[in-house]
Each structure stands twice: as C-alpha cells, then as structure tokens.
C-alpha cells in the first residue's frame, strides 16, 4: 500500500505540498508565540482555512482512490468477494474521477485575497450634489448587502454634504470569522465592486422632472491583517493634527482630533475625523494606509510581471462605467459581463448577490480556461 500513497503524491504534487504546509501552519497556530499574537495568528488563520479547502478534497480523493484501488485487489483475486464486490467497482471508479475532478477545480489558483476583509471608498464624481447623494446610495446597498451576508461594517471616515450625500465615505467590511472557503470571504465578491458607477435619474434639486447623469466611484482595498505585511518607516510619515469640521463647515469638536497622514515616499495622504480621540483617528488612517500601499505594491508588481490584476479605477469618469443604475427603468446593468435586471430597487436594498455571481462565474471561467491553456 505504501506504493500506492506514494503514486497518489505523485499524481498531484501540488496538493501534497499544500498539505504539508497546512500541517506546518497548524503547529504553528498552537504555539505560545503565535497565540499571543492576535494579528498574526488571524493571517495564519486566513492561509489555514484557504488552504484548508484543498485539503479536504485532497484527503478525500486519497481516500476515494485507495478504496478503489483496495476493491479492485480483492476482485482481482477471485472467489466469493470478488463476485460480491465486482458490481460495485465501476460506480467507485466513477467517484475517483469526481473526487480527481473537485481537486483539480480547487487547485486552480484562486486570487490569494479572496478571504480578506477589505475597505471600501466611494466618492462622489461628476454630477455634484447628485451625485454625493448617489454615493449615498451605493454605501447603503454595500451596508445591507455585508449585513445580509453576516457581515460587520464600520464607516472609518465620512465627508457629508448639506443634503445628506457624501463627497466620499471609507468603510470597512468584515466577517466575523475567516470562511472555511476562500470564496466565501470578503474580497472574493466585493473586489468586483471597483470602478465607476453610473446613475440616470431625476435628481432631488431637478424642478422640470429631466433625467440627468452622474457617477460615484468605488475603490475597494484588501485590508491588511498583521501590520508586519507591510513596512512603514516612522520617518517617511508626515502627521498633522488639525480640528474636525462638519458639513458646511460646521465645527464638530473643539480639539485638534483630526489626523491627515502623509506617507512622503508615495505622496499618499489619509484624513481621517470622525473620531473625537486623535489616537483612534490615528489607528483608522494607519488602517486605510496601509491597505493603499498594499495595493500599490500589489499593483506594482503586476506591472513588472506583465500580469493583467484587475485594476481599480482612479478617477471618478462616466466612459469608465462598470455598471449602471437606471431609476427610471428600474434597471441594474453591469457592462463587463452583460448581466442585466429590473430589480434595481431590490439591489439598492442589498441584494447585489445575483450581479455579483455573475461576475464570479465570469472571472471563474476565465481562471478554467487559463488553467486549461497551461496544462
């Protein structure tokens, strides 16, 4: 039998390496140091639970193999067994193939943020004060969407209008647990939600009932568990402290709480004054930061390996749309995948899973298709 394990390995190396080191991580997980190490034991746990996933349909088609193979012996040999048994061998040979079919589809690389939480900006673009009031409207939906999924979020910074919209608002997303399933995770579905978002209605401030067109933008950011990931020198920050402001101007507090933070080697700036501690606003942008330069090398990265990631839309440009949200028609389209439905005031309400999906099955049959070109 010992051939045979060693055959198994050899027929998906890969798999087997995954194994070994879900078993380094799990000792690693019980050790004293990492359990005093919340951030890093939540990272460790991320790649255990994603890892985790293979593994199960590793083990499970080692196990589906070896009582094949083991039947196959005893029918083989002849006698009262193998009469008894030889019926039932090519239904088991069938589920060998299933089981060597379900690891390959898990061995196709998935993007390794699919598990993370993340933070989500949406900022308002053209069309002024509708469209502040239309980023209203996508962080809502992206609020009730997390809380249908058993989601927590938290608005880590928010610039509000007179009217109640938002010239851009920073929220966190978080399971309250790392998914078994790396595709169960977070960034697996809201990473699909970056780029510009198109609305056409008539707005609050239209008197003669015209349709206008605006636009708000979504930058989604896999957020960093262990500060450690990311290196930041003190001394490539710039820290300045200043007094929280409401809409219009309208003071919120009297004490130099706000925190604007300058990472000097990139030129990229956090504000953050929702807080009234200045040491809570400094976590929150530290928070925001590093999720930036996480992408940025990310981003980086990607360029020098000629890698096509999906990229996040910077500006705020209606030609740039990836979806487009018409009220009068109650219609929701997503010009990547073709999707389209006249439910938009359901979607607005959170229940964005069907344009999601569609979104995933595109992006999961392309991951097929390169994995089937590389074989």
Known sequence: MEEQKVDAQAEFPAAAAILAEYKDIEKQMASPEVLGKPEKLRSLGRRYAE???????????????????????IVAAGGEDAELFAPELPALEEKVAEAATALRDALIPRDADDSRDVILEVKAGEGGEESALFAGDLLRMYQRYAEGRGWSTEILSANLTDMGGYKDVQLAIKAKQVPEDPAAGVWASMKFEAGVHRVQRVPVTESQGRIHTSAAGVLVFAEVDDPGEIEINDNDLRIDVYRSSGPGGQSVNTTDSAVRITHLPTGIVVSMQDEKSQIR?????????????????????????????????????????????????????????????????????????EVIDSLIDADNAERLAQAAENE
């Open 51 to 73: 890892l985790g996933h293979i593994v199960n349909h590793y083990l499970n088609w080692q196990k589906t193999r070896q009582d094949y193979l083991d039947m196959r012996e």
């Open 281 to 353: 606003n400094r976590e929150a942008a530290m928070r925001v930061l590093r999720a930036r330069l996480r992408q940025q090398q990310l981003d980086e990265q990607a360029e020098k390996e000629a890698a096509q990631r999906r990229s996040q839309v910077r500006t705020v440009d209606r030609s740039e749309r990836i979806r487009t949200y018409n009220f009068p028609e109650n219609r929701i389209s997503d010009h990547r995948t073709g999707y389209k439905a006249y439910n938009l005031d359901a979607v607005l309400d959170g229940n964005l899973q």
